[in-house]
């Protein structure tokens, strides 16, 4: 079936940097767009980053513009997103997510992994 598992989570200070994986299982990950979202507590899910599947282009939320880069390894059905100068409003849970359009809205996404928390704090 089909799955997706994020890693790479953990606590930073600010400046620092962290690289979320997703890793994919039960599909083709060339045939299908891969979005990042998070959530920070008390606010509403957010897209920050997404990559389609047959061309490998991608976008950015303008908040993280110039500081994170999404990458995907079909070898590895694994994407990544490559965080870096990270800010304490970066905090959040950050979710993976398998869909049909590259878009950073939710409703084009129909599979999510379980989420990974990254917390942004000295």
């Known amino acids: 079936q089909v799955q997706l598992v994020e890693s790479g989570g953990g606590l930073v200070q600010p400046g620092g940097s962290l690289r979320l994986s997703c890793a994919t299982s039960g599909f083709s990950l060339d045939r299908y767009s891969i979005g990042w979202f998070r959530q920070a507590p008390g606010k509403e899910r957010e897209g920050v980053s997404c990559i389609s599947g047959v061309h490998g282009v991608t976008d950015y939320a303008d908040s993280v513009k110039g500081r994170f880069t999404i990458t995907r390894d079909n070898s590895k059905n694994t994407v990544y997103l490559q965080m870096n100068s990270l800010k304490p409003e970066d905090t959040g849970i950050y979710y993976c997510?398998?869909?049909?359009?590259?878009?950073?809205?939710?409703?084009?996404?129909?599979?999510w992994g379980q989420g990974t928390l990254v917390t942004v704090s000295s």
């Open positions: 997510a398998r869909g049909w359009i590259t878009s950073l809205r939710e409703d084009g996404y129909g599979y």
